[in-house]
């Protein structure tokens, strides 16, 4: 039989809310057992529970404290975190098209010079990795993506930009990531993607979730207009692959 896991910490987030803590690192063993916990909870709801949110190493639990309380909601939170992982599943994958360098990649040329080799390597280096989709956060759509080739892992800009494009394919740290929305970023800016991961009106509204694989490919700047346009009226231009 296999053995339980170790138990996460339970920290209270104000009054209606618990953080499950499995580590304090980015880490990826955490953020599988994070996601483990999350399904078990969809899949079996525990009364009182309103909402979950899984980031890389602690899964937000948030509660009706009318309900259940913190040391109530703690005592059947437990036994379920410290569960053996269950075995792996197939995960969906997307491929998704990114235009690198010049207008839609800005800190290209900066980060091959920083890492001493060149634009097309870079992007060969990038394009090449297979991602996994580690949380979902900061503004809809934005996927952290955990998987980046250590060659690549560089600290974050050090004067973050107030506004970046929709779109924007980045590295920042030991991270890979996919921004839907324009929004402020300290990382290094790549490429873009004409892939909406978060689309208002439509179905899905959201592209990507937890868990799910990533790879890119490379596209001219052309096709990244043409795609753009399509995505724009709702077309899902990302890739599907079918295991």
Sequence with gaps: MAATLPPPRLLPSGDSAVTVEFSRTIDDD?????????????????DGITETV???RSLLVHYDPGKIGFDALGEKILPIATRPLPPATTARRWRIPVAYGG??????EDVAKALNTTPDDIIA??????????????TPGWSYLS???KSLHMSRRQSPR???????????GIQAGIQCLAAPSGWHLLGRTPVRTYQLHRNPTFLTEPGDRVTFFA???????EMDRAAEAGEIVAEQVVA
Excluded: C, W
Aim: without cysteine; negative net charge; glycine residues 10%.
């Design 30 to 46: 955490a953020n599988q057992r994070v996601l483990a916990l999350d399904k078990a909870l969809a899949a079996s709801p525990i």
């Design 54 to 56: 899984p980031t890389y």
């Design 103 to 108: 207008e839609h990649g800005i800190d290209l």
């Design 125 to 138: 280096r990038h394009a090449r990795g297979d991602y996994k989709v580690a949380m979902i956060g900061f």
């Design 147 to 149: 998987g980046l080739d």
């Design 162 to 172: 107030l506004l970046t494009p929709a779109g924007t394919i980045s590295i920042g």
């Design 219 to 225: 596209i001219d700047h052309k096709t990244f207009e």
